[in-house]
């Protein structure tokens, strides 16, 4: 854990305790039975907005609170703990856009709207199946953008898209010329390809080239968060369950073997945790962003993938049913692992930010 | 208020500074710029020239080569901003801390805390000056994973500790000056029958046997003694609390061998950049080889978040007080990557890669054989990566003890 500040420190705390006691994965299991496509419950995400979670990254001026990207990491890690489903990730991208890009028309119309919960947002970027934004072929003509965007997050909630042409990021609002097709995932959650056809689109002219990049960059961050939330839970429900399941009249926990790859693990969630949290730390600062923010992603999608698969076979083979948790975790890891770029793709980046 | 002490503060730092680069100045001769190496002593004989040796008196004088120890014993006497002001200093001017060895990384620390006064007004200064070197005796022939079944006797014999034994892995036993040993002065108690006492080399009844590794130096050594009195006042703490100390001792020799120094130096240069001239680049400047590029991406990233994991490890005992349950992982972690880079560096050099002596090969081709040979020691000295395991697994996860 980074050292905190006092204020970071009883942010953090305030969510851990409404993530453990108002949103347990219980909370999750009723989202996925009530089957609505939005995927996450309305009243939760007030109460998040409320406690100002979805303005933490916007200034004052704008209704946020303005502690950065560290604090929001901290919150989502601990809704990254218990599966909470709320687009509060996709809308703080989303703002991060409207942050770096906007006009002051544009953060002043859009940031208190997303601060206070009103609006839900979301980015859309990719067109296929992987990231890769040099594939975009989405065009915007008069004013109006045209051009099908694929598995975006949270596109259900959302009523404000920033959609990536190929001349540069686009504020779209849910509305004449949206359509969603809902892609059904393994994490349960919202995602929807969604066909723009001359829809009424406003530029973000700010924010240079690398505009794009740099919000991708938030993304991937911000989801590394979460992710990191989701390793630490699940490394804990596995440590607690090798302490109590007993074989061969001992406690799982006593076979070394299981002691060394825990040992592995911990060592793992370690190196993920420096990594994430010095990619928050990095767009804080906007020092070496990119190289961080590539870092940090790949190392969450290394660690996630491997302990999200460990949970598995340590817990056996309770571990393959519903009714425990670990499962969730598996399904929604590999769908964040997807997002903003695989562990293939970052390493190819990570290689080209370093001129090899 | 806050604002007047924060301002005093301010001024004794900017004073301070002042004070290091008029040192530097006055001190720090041109010709040792970008030289030496922070660990002086522990990995090669003494063969100080003049000018280096003026330079080791200059900052051991004012023990600023242990800028937090008491000035009572030597040390700088100096605060945490402090000390990172002489670090910046000095490293702006390519000026090395020419205090170091196993005296200063592991010994001093663990003597200032379990040493009498008199044993710490005799040792640490001399310590602080750079002029003892000492050696670790601690493993043995048939104690190592498993220390504490360390063998080597200390009969009390009155007013002093007739000794006997064997260690080995002794590093630099062959240049030391003295030795910090642990030793049984019990033998019908494993943990409690050891105690922690200090050896001159030099001692009748002392002998010392370089070990040649299978990267071909001579770093270990084995250590005999016969018959070797000890005087009593050589005891450091009491009789039987030589594990307590020992273990102690370790924690400073693992957060050293991981914590980052000497590890961050070995990595200096990027894979990536190694790879551009030994192997074929594209019109991008990209490698060819699109496995060995992801290869060495992959060791990198992984490298990276070892370096913010040391930072870490380094903040958050600043912050708590106390060394933060991290630092376990440092060392396993460190030493393996430190490993798979250098097997790496192998494949992307391919025979050139491999050389082991001869003209045709760069210094720096021959130093990394060296040193991907005696890098298999990493994961086996200070603990082995399995003990390491061990530890993490019982005292951070809380898991059972297996036996």
Same mark, same amino acid.
């Given at each position: 854990?980074?050292?905190?500040?006092?204020?970071?420190?009883?942010?953090?705390?305030?969510?851990?305790?409404?993530?453990?006691?108002?949103?347990?994965?219980?909370?999750?299991?009723?989202?996925?039975?009530?089957?609505q496509?939005?995927?996450?419950?309305?009243?939760?995400?007030?109460?998040?907005?409320?406690?100002?979670?979805?303005?933490?990254?916007?200034?004052?001026?704008?209704?946020?609170?303005?502690?950065?990207?560290?604090s929001?990491?901290?919150?989502?890690?601990?809704?990254g703990?218990?599966?909470?489903?709320?687009?509060?990730?996709?809308?703080?991208?989303a703002?991060?856009?409207?942050?770096?890009?906007?006009?002051?028309?544009?953060?002043?119309?859009?940031?208190?709207?997303?601060?206070?919960?009103?609006?839900?947002?979301?980015?859309?970027?990719?067109?296929?199946?992987?990231?890769?934004?040099?594939?975009?072929?989405?065009s915007?003509?008069?004013?109006?953008?045209?051009?099908?965007?694929?598995?975006?997050?949270e596109?259900?909630?959302?009523?404000?898209?920033?959609v990536?042409?190929?001349?540069?990021?686009?504020?779209?609002?849910?509305?004449?010329?949206v359509?969603?097709?809902?892609?059904?995932?393994?994490?349960?959650?919202?995602?929807?390809?969604?066909?723009?056809?001359?829809?009424?689109?406003?530029?973000?002219?700010?924010?240079?080239?690398?505009?794009?990049?740099?919000v991708?960059?938030?993304?991937?961050?911000?989801?590394?968060?979460?992710?990191?939330?989701?390793?630490?839970?699940?490394f804990?429900?596995?440590?607690?369950?090798?302490?109590?399941?007993?074989?061969?009249?001992?406690?799982?926990?006593?076979?070394?073997?299981?002691?060394?790859?825990?040992?592995?693990?911990?060592?793992?969630?370690?190196?993920?945790?420096?990594?994430?949290?010095?990619?928050?730390?990095?767009?804080?600062?906007?020092?070496?962003?990119?190289?961080?923010?590539?870092?940090?992603?790949?190392?969450?999608?290394?660690?996630?993938?491997?302990?999200s698969?460990?949970?598995?076979?340590?817990?056996?083979g309770?571990?393959?049913?519903?009714e425990?948790?670990?499962g969730?975790y598996?399904?929604?890891?590999?769908?964040?692992e997807?997002?903003w770029?695989?562990s293939?793709?970052?390493?190819?980046?990570?290689?080209?930010?370093?001129?090899? | 208020?806050?604002?007047?002490?924060?301002?005093?503060?301010?001024?004794?730092?900017?004073?301070f500074?002042t004070?290091?680069?008029?040192?530097?100045?006055?001190?720090?001769?041109?010709e040792?710029?970008?030289?030496?190496?922070?660990?002086?002593?522990?990995?090669g004989?003494?063969?100080?020239?003049?000018?280096?040796?003026?330079?080791?008196?200059?900052?051991?004088?004012?023990?600023?080569?242990?800028?937090? =120890?008491p000035?009572?014993?030597?040390?700088?006497?100096?605060?945490?901003?402090?000390?990172?002001?002489?670090?910046?200093?000095?490293?702006?001017?390519?000026?090395y801390?020419p205090?170091?060895?196993?005296?200063?990384?592991?010994?001093?620390?663990?003597?200032?805390?379990?040493?009498?006064?008199?044993?710490k007004?005799?040792?640490i200064?001399?310590?602080?000056?750079?002029?003892?070197r000492?050696?670790?005796?601690y493993s043995?022939?048939?104690?190592?994973s498993?220390?504490?079944?360390?063998?080597?006797?200390?009969?009390?014999?009155?007013d002093?500790?007739?000794?006997?034994?064997q260690?080995? =892995?002794?590093?630099?036993?062959?240049?030391?000056d003295?030795?910090?040993?642990?030793?049984?002065?019990?033998?019908?108690?494993?943990?409690?029958?050891?105690?922690?006492?200090?050896?001159?080399?030099?001692?009748?009844?002392?002998?010392?046997?370089?070990?040649?590794?299978?990267?071909?130096?001579?770093?270990?050594?084995?250590?005999?003694?016969?018959?070797?009195k000890?005087?009593?006042?050589?005891?450091?703490?009491k009789?039987?609390?030589?594990?307590?100390?020992?273990?102690?001792?370790?924690q400073?020799?693992?957060t050293?061998?991981?914590?980052?120094?000497?590890?961050?130096?070995?990595?200096?240069?990027?894979?990536g950049?190694?790879?551009?001239?030994?192997?074929?680049?594209?019109?991008?400047?990209a490698?060819?080889?699109?496995?060995?590029?992801?290869?060495?991406?992959d060791?990198?990233?992984?490298?990276?978040?070892?370096?913010?994991?040391?930072?870490?490890?380094?903040?958050?005992?600043?912050?708590?007080?106390?060394?933060?349950?991290?630092?376990?992982?440092?060392?396993?972690?460190?030493?393996?990557?430190?490993?798979?880079?250098?097997?790496?560096?192998?494949?992307?050099?391919?025979?050139?890669?491999?050389?082991?002596?001869?003209?045709?090969f760069?210094?720096?081709?021959?130093?990394?054989?060296?040193?991907?040979?005696?890098?298999?020691a990493?994961?086996?000295?200070?603990?082995?990566?399995?003990?390491?395991?061990?530890?993490?697994?019982k005292?951070?996860?809380?898991?059972?003890?297996?036996?």
């Amino acid at each position: 854990m980074a050292v905190l500040s006092e204020e970071q420190e009883m942010l953090r705390n305030m969510a851990r305790d409404w993530a453990t006691k108002e949103s347990p994965v219980a909370e999750f299991r009723k989202v996925r039975a009530a089957g609505q496509p939005q995927a996450y419950n309305a009243y939760a995400y007030a109460a998040m907005a409320e406690m100002g979670w979805a303005g933490i990254i916007i200034p004052e001026a704008h209704g946020g609170s303005d502690f950065g990207f560290l604090s929001a990491g901290l919150v989502v890690e601990e809704l990254g703990k218990t599966l909470t489903a709320s687009p509060l990730v996709a809308t703080t991208i989303a703002a991060s856009a409207i942050l770096l890009g906007g006009s002051d028309e544009q953060k002043a119309k859009w940031l208190p709207r997303l601060a206070s919960g009103e609006t839900v947002a979301t980015l859309a970027v990719e067109e296929g199946t992987h990231c890769d934004t040099s594939a975009i072929e989405t065009s915007v003509s008069g004013g109006k953008l045209t051009g099908k965007k694929a598995f975006v997050h949270e596109a259900h909630g959302a009523s404000l898209f920033v959609v990536a042409a190929k001349d540069g990021l686009y504020l779209v609002e849910k509305g004449d010329g949206v359509s969603l097709t809902t892609r059904k995932l393994t994490d349960q959650r919202s995602h929807a390809d969604i066909q723009f056809a001359g829809a009424a689109a406003e530029k973000l002219e700010g924010g240079g080239d690398s505009l794009l990049g740099d919000v991708l960059d938030r993304a991937r961050v911000l989801s590394a968060a979460e992710m990191l939330g989701m390793a630490q839970a699940v490394f804990d429900t596995t440590l607690d369950y090798l302490k109590q399941r007993v074989q061969f009249n001992q406690v799982l926990a006593t076979f070394q073997a299981l002691q060394h790859r825990m040992a592995d693990l911990f060592a793992d969630l370690t190196q993920m945790r420096s990594a994430v949290e010095a990619g928050l730390q990095a767009v804080d600062s906007g020092f070496g962003v990119a190289r961080a923010a590539t870092i940090a992603k790949a190392e969450a999608n290394r660690v996630l993938h491997a302990i999200s698969n460990q949970g598995i076979q340590l817990h056996g083979g309770i571990g393959m049913t519903d009714e425990f948790n670990v499962g969730f975790y598996l399904k929604r890891a590999r769908v964040l692992e997807a997002s903003w770029g695989s562990s293939s793709y970052l390493k190819d980046r990570f290689a080209r930010l370093s001129g090899y | 208020m806050a604002t007047q002490l924060e301002s005093d503060d301010q001024t004794s730092e900017d004073a301070f500074r002042t004070e290091v680069r008029q040192f530097l100045a006055t001190n720090f001769p041109d010709e040792l710029r970008c030289t030496g190496n922070m660990l002086a002593g522990l990995d090669g004989p003494t063969d100080e020239n003049p000018v280096q040796k003026k330079w080791r008196e200059a900052v051991g004088g004012r023990g600023w080569g242990t800028p937090t =120890w008491p000035k009572e014993y030597g040390g700088g006497g100096l605060t945490k901003g402090q000390t990172r002001i002489i670090e910046h200093e000095f490293a702006k001017v390519g000026a090395y801390n020419p205090i170091g060895g196993m005296g200063v990384m592991m010994f001093g620390p663990t003597l200032l805390e379990y040493g009498d006064e008199r044993q710490k007004l005799e040792h640490i200064p001399p310590i602080c000056r750079g002029e003892i070197r000492w050696c670790q005796g601690y493993s043995e022939p048939n104690a190592g994973s498993d220390l504490a079944n360390l063998q080597t006797f200390a009969a009390d014999k009155g007013d002093h500790y007739l000794v006997n034994g064997q260690k080995t =892995w002794t590093s630099g036993g062959q240049w030391a000056d003295k030795c910090f040993a642990i030793v049984r002065t019990d033998r019908s108690d494993k943990h409690k029958g050891i105690s922690f006492m200090l050896i001159d080399m030099d001692a009748p009844g002392v002998e010392v046997r370089p070990i040649t590794m299978i990267s071909g130096t001579s770093p270990f050594c084995e250590t005999f003694f016969t018959d070797v009195k000890v005087p009593k006042e050589n005891l450091v703490g009491k009789e039987g609390q030589g594990w307590t100390i020992g273990k102690r001792l370790l924690q400073h020799e693992r957060t050293n061998i991981s914590g980052g120094g000497r590890l961050a130096g070995m990595m200096g240069q990027s894979l990536g950049d190694i790879a551009k001239k030994y192997c074929e680049t594209g019109g991008d400047g990209a490698l060819v080889n699109k496995v060995l590029r992801d290869k060495i991406a992959d060791l990198e990233i992984r490298w990276n978040s070892f370096l913010l994991t040391a930072r870490r490890a380094v903040e958050e005992s600043k912050a708590q007080g106390g060394v933060s349950e991290i630092s376990s992982v440092l060392k396993k972690v460190g030493t393996k990557l430190a490993q798979d880079r250098s097997e790496l560096l192998i494949e992307i050099r391919g025979f050139q890669g491999l050389g082991w002596e001869g003209d045709e090969f760069g210094d720096d081709e021959l130093e990394d054989v060296r040193g991907w040979l005696f890098g298999k020691a990493a994961t086996i000295y200070g603990g082995s990566t399995e003990v390491q395991n061990n530890i993490i697994a019982k005292r951070v996860l809380g898991m059972l003890d297996h036996q």
